[in-house]
């Protein structure tokens, strides 16, 4: 099996799961109009890749992919939170995603913020479920990670930092008005770091759960940590060189917005050649990370590859 057709198949069993969870039976009270906008925030796109992480890596604990599905979806469930909100006039204002209308174009902005909300309040929801996993300590270990992933610590953080980058805080904290605000220049580790919370956060997150479900050991975990981290930048990496260089109509978002916008990223302070080579180095860090595990983690490995390669 390719790793695009393993992906897809991991794809196909989270979009299943997450509509269970977001079927109006289980939701009788919730209104109808949320409900239809929480499903098109979460259903029919995107490649599912942060709960790949949780069942491949949980797979190559030992356990089948029913093991890890629970956490998987909870945690795709704060990356379309995040987006829905990233997406809004308020951040960085986009019209498309994943192809379609974003969601407060298509909902309006008050509803898109709801949806957000409740899908971070569903993610918490799913993940300290006791189908997420019989013992109440793995569970607990499973909530409280995300947490941190998703918080100021973590997702939350970088995206603050992000803001900060464009120049939009003023020194009491008030926000500059558009037009007033002046891009800051940012170190590439100062670049490097409001990534890693940005975007690593909850791809590290995604690793970690399935170490927590397989019951990895302390040198495993490790393993696992510097593989996740190799990939979260990776993963921004190619992200950036997309926006970069990549076709709208194939990525499904707007492109060359970075650029335009004066943003803090890699791709800026390396050049599209530097950023290339670095990302090859990114993809050797990762696999070498994963050598303790040999074979089994050829998926993973694939993955590092997939992140490096992409063009969509
Ligand atoms: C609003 C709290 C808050 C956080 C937003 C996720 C994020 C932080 C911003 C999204 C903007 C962005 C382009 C980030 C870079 C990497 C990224 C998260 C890309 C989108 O993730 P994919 O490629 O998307 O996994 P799909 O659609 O495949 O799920």
Redesign the pocket.
């Known amino acids: 099996m390719t790793f695009e057709a393993t992906l897809e198949a991991c794809g196909l069993l989270i979009e299943r799961r997450l509509g269970e969870w977001l079927s109006a039976d289980r939701h009788p009270n919730a209104p109808a109009h949320l409900l239809d906008a929480i499903r098109y925030a979460a259903l029919g796109?995107?490649?599912?890749?942060?709960p790949f992480l949780v069942i491949e890596t949980a797979r190559m604990l030992g356990l089948p992919a029913d093991a890890a599905l629970e956490a998987g979806a909870a945690l795709?469930c704060v990356?379309?939170?995040?987006?829905?909100?990233?997406?809004?006039p308020a951040?960085?204002d986009d019209d498309l995603?994943?192809g379609r209308p974003t969601v407060h174009r298509r909902f309006g902005e008050a509803t898109a913020i709801l949806v957000?909300d409740a899908l971070l309040t569903l993610a918490f929801e799913i993940a300290a479920s006791p189908s997420a996993h019989s013992d109440p300590a793995v569970r607990n270990e499973l909530v409280s990670r995300l947490a941190q992933a998703?918080g100021s610590a973590g997702?939350?953080g970088?995206?603050?930092l992000?803001l900060a980058a464009e120049g939009r805080f003023a020194s009491d904290g008030g926000e500059i008005a558009v037009g007033q605000r002046h891009p800051l220049t940012l170190s590439r580790p100062a670049v490097e770091r409001l990534?890693s919370l940005?975007?690593g956060a909850?791809i590290s997150f995604g690793v970690e759960a399935g170490a927590i479900l397989g019951r990895a050991g302390p040198g495993e975990r490790q393993a696992l940590a510097r593989y996740a981290s190799a990939l979260g930048r990776a993963?921004?990496l190619s992200?950036?060189l997309l926006?970069a260089e990549g076709d709208a109509s194939v990525i499904?978002?707007a492109t060359a917005k970075d650029g335009n916008r004066g943003k803090a990223t890699l791709v800026g302070l390396l050049d599209i050649a530097g950023a290339r080579t670095e990302l090859a180095r990114l993809e050797a860090e990762a696999t070498s990370a994963l050598a303790c595990f040999g074979d089994r983690a050829r998926t993973l490995v694939a993955a590092a590859h997939f992140m490096a390669s992409r063009r969509s």
Request: aromatic share 8%.
């Open positions: 796109g995107g490649k599912r890749f942060r795709e990356h379309c939170y995040s987006l829905v909100h990233d997406d809004l951040m960085d995603r994943r957000g998703a997702m939350v970088g995206q603050t992000d990534q940005k975007t909850l993963f921004q992200d950036d926006d499904g978002k």
